[in-house]
């Protein structure tokens, strides 16, 4: 591995496909660690915050492990995470699922609410409809396909950045039944709802476009 490649920890607190998303960080040139140590999330280049199964459940593993803490604190000091499919759930303000309602990190505004969709989950390949100056699928074709596996999804998106010197997070929309947020660039803070790691060739290049940025 060169002494040039970035190092992406994969946030290990027992709610994720951690192997495959290190598989393919590794195919892309990363240097890739699987840990919950809180030294080594804190000082990688990226953090990469898996997630699957509940939002509630996910939520409670990430404060047992202390990545609320750990993704608050990076990204207070600018330093990029990545969050994939519950792992970008859990951002937002809340989660609302058979009822229960449960708090998420609360990065963005905005409730995670069952999908209302003919057939769910939604699995499969879908396209998306990305801005046209998002990094994130730079270089990607608009017919290009992801692969999603979810319930749940965020329909909403209400964060307005009133500060011309900041630039306004990016927010790539998909449609299973209805619209529903597929991924959001926001500074230091970017996340998808489907799994890049399992997108081939479009999933490599969107892991390569973050690492590219890193």
Not at 76 to 99: D, K, S
Not at 188 to 207: C, V
Request: hydrophobic share 40%.
């Amino acid at each position: 591995m060169s002494d040039t490649s970035k190092k992406v920890v994969v946030f290990d607190y027992g709610f994720g496909n951690v192997r495959s998303a290190e598989r393919a960080l590794a195919h892309v040139g990363a240097d890739v660690e699987i840990t919950r140590d809180f030294d080594r999330a804190m000082n990688a280049d990226g953090l990469l915050v898996p997630g699957v199964g509940a939002f509630s459940a996910c939520m409670k593993g990430l404060r047992e492990a202390r990545g609320d803490w750990i993704v608050g604190r990076r990204l207070a000091g600018g330093r990029p995470v990545m969050g994939i499919c519950v792992g970008m759930q859990i951002l937002f303000e809340r989660g609302i699922e058979h009822g229960v309602e449960t708090e998420g990190l609360d990065e963005w505004p905005g409730t995670v609410g069952p999908l209302q969709a003919p057939v769910v989950p939604h699995m499969g390949w879908n396209t998306v409809e990305a801005p046209a100056d998002s990094e994130l699928f730079a270089g990607l074709d608009a017919d290009a396909r992801y692969y999603f596996v979810h319930s749940y999804a965020v329909h909403d998106w209400s964060l307005e950045v009133t500060n011309p010197k900041i630039r306004a997070p990016r927010v790539t929309w998909t449609t299973h039944g209805e619209p529903f947020v597929a991924a959001v660039e926001n500074g230091a803070l970017w996340a998808t709802q489907f799994h890049p790691e399992k997108s081939g060739d479009a999933g490599a290049q969107l892991l390569t476009n973050w690492i590219g940025t890193l």
